[in-house]
């Protein structure tokens, strides 16, 4: 029989020390997994949408640089009338235009992904696709 | 139907942080990461001499462990088959 997982206390005198076990209830839960985003998103990525811009604020043009401008800011492009996959966007990352987009227009929309932020729609997706780069 | 058995994988293949009143178990085969309470990493401590059912896992447990038998069986039967959900334990 080999050893608990547990270190025991060293014996004290004669007496031995024995480690008081909290069963708790038959219907108490005491489990609960941490899946990591990884493992759950690597299904799913190439299927994950990124809109450009997300829908709140779907009225602004995205400038070069991927920031938000007001509407027919000159040099910057129009909202792209529909999100893009993860997949697309993985394609992108790796050099190739989004579909639907000129090579300037597809710099644009993917330097706005580069900047998405936790809470903005999109997010997930994106940040899940650098973790399948890895 | 007879007892149930349940067999874990051996020590190594979990990484057991103390967090307190919880643990965090690791398991390397599957790069999960569970948040367990007692008894789970004791019972999973019991299953590295073998497999066992939870009658055989609650005597393991008396040898080292003071715990109230009253119901004991029907608490570590009840958290196998949470850990048989979470993949750290499967029927023998």
Known sequence: ?134 | MGPVLYRADPPEARRLVPLDALDLIFHLPSGQTHLVSEPVPQVLGALAAGPADAAEIVSRLAAAHDFDPAGAEAVIAARLEELEAIGLVWRA
């Open chain 1, 1 to 134: 029989m080999s050893d608990d997982e547990q270190s025991e206390e060293p014996q004290a005198g004669s007496t031995t020390r024995r480690h008081a076990l909290m069963l708790g209830a038959v219907a108490a839960t005491a489990v609960v997994s941490i899946r990591p985003a990884m493992a759950s998103t690597v299904g799913s990525v190439l299927n994950c949408e990124i809109p450009v811009p997300d829908a709140g604020r779907a009225g602004n043009y995205i400038a070069a640089d991927g920031s938000l401008v007001p509407r027919n800011t000159p040099g910057a492009f129009a909202p792209s009338p529909r999100p893009f996959t993860g997949e697309q966007v993985k394609a992108a990352m790796d050099g190739r235009s989004l579909p639907g987009t000129s090579p300037q227009q597809s710099r644009a929309y993917t330097a706005y992904i580069r900047r998405l932020q936790i809470g903005q729609s999109g997010f997930t997706c994106y940040s899940s696709l650098l973790n399948t780069r890895r």
